[in-house]
């Protein structure tokens, strides 16, 4: 298995734009994660999701930000608009129970809104 | 609410030398505990993790780490550390109720030749 994947690896948009944020879970881990890292404010969990459904979403930052798993392989964090505070790397992990296995981290995305 | 304090933003060390980093938690029972390592550009990898039982666990590299109720921590060590150690680690908390981690803000580890 290759891992999680993300993309894509860097983004750099404008104030105002529309960016979407790819994860391509590991087959088979049925609880998927989307976190930010910021100098600020350290790792952070936005949200996350069981056999596709989120499960918690409190950490979701403003409506800007929305996250869907339409299937087992793939899911999106959506800002929009974007703004430069939202700069960061944003990191999708996936784990085969919430509670006691590891969590797969992909390589994160790093955005720069401008 | 639970909340993890690594009370060492930035630590050098000389290779070989020994290595201690420290993580404190806050949690109303025993939680669960992660040390986790991420290289510049990677997302993280898991060191080792804690749920109960033998209070001092091994992990992979070389790493181990000794959970200390009494203390509320779960530091992080290695005998000897090698050059490519040098890396930023996290320690995190797991609530055993919900599944939710937090992470501490990270300890940047430095090793001099």
């Known amino acids: 298995d290759a891992g999680v994947i993300q993309s894509p690896r860097h983004e750099v948009t404008e104030m105002g734009q529309e960016v979407t944020l790819r994860c391509k879970p590991i087959?088979?881990?049925?609880?998927l994660f989307w976190y930010r890292q910021t100098m600020m404010r350290g790792l952070e969990l936005l949200i996350y999701f069981n056999n596709n459904v989120p499960i918690d979403d409190s950490g979701m930052p403003e409506d800007r930000f929305s996250a869907k798993m339409p299937n087992a392989s793939f899911s999106t964090l959506k800002i929009q608009p974007s703004e430069p505070r939202d700069s960061a790397v944003y990191f999708c992990a996936v784990a085969e129970d919430a509670f006691k296995n590891e969590q797969y981290f992909g390589p994160g995305t790093r955005l720069t809104v401008t | 609410a639970q909340s993890v304090t690594q009370p060492d933003i930035h630590i050098t060390v000389s290779e070989g030398a020994s290595l201690e980093l420290r993580c404190n938690y806050s949690y109303g029972a025993t939680p669960y505990l992660f040390w986790y390592v991420q290289s510049p550009g990677q997302g993280l990898q898991l060191l080792l993790k804690y749920f109960s039982g033998d209070t001092l666990v091994q992990g992979i590299k070389g790493f181990e780490a000794e959970f200390k109720r009494s203390q509320s921590s779960f530091n992080l060590r290695k005998p000897s550390v090698h050059w490519s150690d040098a890396a930023e680690y996290f320690c995190?908390?797991?609530?055993?109720?919900?599944?939710?981690?937090?992470f501490g803000d990270g300890t940047t580890l430095t090793v001099k030749p």
């Open positions: 087959s088979g881990h049925d609880y």
């Open positions: 995190a908390v797991r609530d055993t109720n919900s599944g939710k981690s937090t």
